[in-house]
């Protein structure tokens, strides 16, 4: 949703706030994998129960994510690799994020708060699946109610402010409702798409 509302205004904000990004080169690469290293950090600070360096981290590694793409477009190398890289670990950093927390959850005896955590891992990735698999055919699937930056937030928050407890209720529902969301275009768009192709099928047929 934030990304739907905010993302076409992404590179002028980033060019504003963060200047230093743009001085001498930075492999947007690395700084994919530098966010992936960090957020793996912050799962297991999460794991442990560090929940305040775990949100810290969060944001680090939320960071370096944010901004990878906008200085692969000022410097002119975006890549299929690139995005295809950044995709890749963005899946990672969802599970190992929630790894961390059901993991915590589940060793302090909360098993109720553990399985809400796994309801918004298990919801997460089909929310990405749901995503590439109607993209192999559809121009784009966007959209939903938590998209990744509000799930990644959502943690982020939780953790530094000491409410991960009822932000994972929250994410959970949102989640599950995003995932109920994007079926649901599918459903339109694909059987549109179906519906068009067998009237030009029809249409071509000799009489």
């Given at each position: 949703?934030?990304?739907?509302?905010?993302?076409?205004?992404?590179d002028?904000?980033?060019?504003?706030?963060?200047?230093?990004?743009?001085?001498?080169?930075?492999?947007?690469?690395?700084?994919?994998?530098?966010?992936?290293?960090?957020?793996?950090?912050?799962?297991?600070?999460?794991?442990?129960?560090?929940?305040?360096?775990?949100?810290?981290l969060?944001?680090?590694?939320?960071?370096?994510?944010?901004?990878?793409?906008?200085?692969?477009?000022?410097q002119?190398?975006?890549?299929?690799?690139?995005?295809?890289?950044?995709?890749?670990l963005?899946?990672?950093?969802?599970?190992?994020?929630?790894?961390?927390?059901?993991?915590?959850?589940?060793?302090?005896?909360?098993?109720?708060?553990?399985?809400v955590?796994?309801?918004?891992?298990?919801?997460?990735?089909?929310?990405?699946?749901?995503?590439?698999?109607?993209e192999?055919?559809?121009?784009?699937?966007?959209g939903?109610?938590?998209?990744?930056?509000?799930?990644?937030?959502?943690?982020?928050i939780?953790?530094?402010?000491?409410?991960?407890?009822?932000?994972?209720?929250?994410?959970?529902?949102?989640?599950?409702?995003?995932?109920?969301?994007?079926?649901?275009?599918?459903?339109?768009?694909?059987?549109?798409?179906?519906?068009?192709?067998?009237?030009?099928?029809?249409?071509?047929?000799?009489v």
């Amino acid at each position: 949703m934030i990304k739907a509302s905010f993302g076409d205004r992404l590179d002028a904000w980033v060019h504003r706030l963060f200047p230093f990004l743009f001085l001498r080169p930075i492999s947007p690469d690395a700084l994919t994998v530098l966010g992936a290293a960090i957020s793996i950090g912050a799962a297991f600070s999460l794991a442990g129960g560090l929940m305040t360096l775990g949100g810290v981290l969060i944001l680090l590694g939320g960071f370096c994510d944010l901004v990878d793409g906008v200085v692969a477009r000022h410097q002119g190398v975006a890549t299929s690799f690139g995005a295809f890289l950044d995709s890749t670990l963005d899946r990672l950093v969802d599970m190992v994020l929630l790894l961390g927390l059901v993991f915590w959850y589940a060793t302090s005896g909360d098993s109720a708060t553990s399985l809400v955590a796994s309801v918004v891992l298990v919801a997460s990735v089909l929310t990405s699946y749901a995503k590439a698999r109607a993209e192999v055919v559809l121009p784009s699937l966007e959209g939903g109610l938590l998209e990744r930056g509000e799930r990644i937030g959502g943690l982020a928050i939780g953790a530094l402010f000491g409410v991960m407890v009822p932000m994972l209720w929250v994410l959970a529902a949102g989640t599950v409702f995003t995932v109920a969301q994007r079926f649901s275009v599918a459903y339109r768009e694909l059987g549109r798409m179906d519906r068009e192709r067998s009237s030009a099928s029809g249409a071509g047929d000799p009489v």
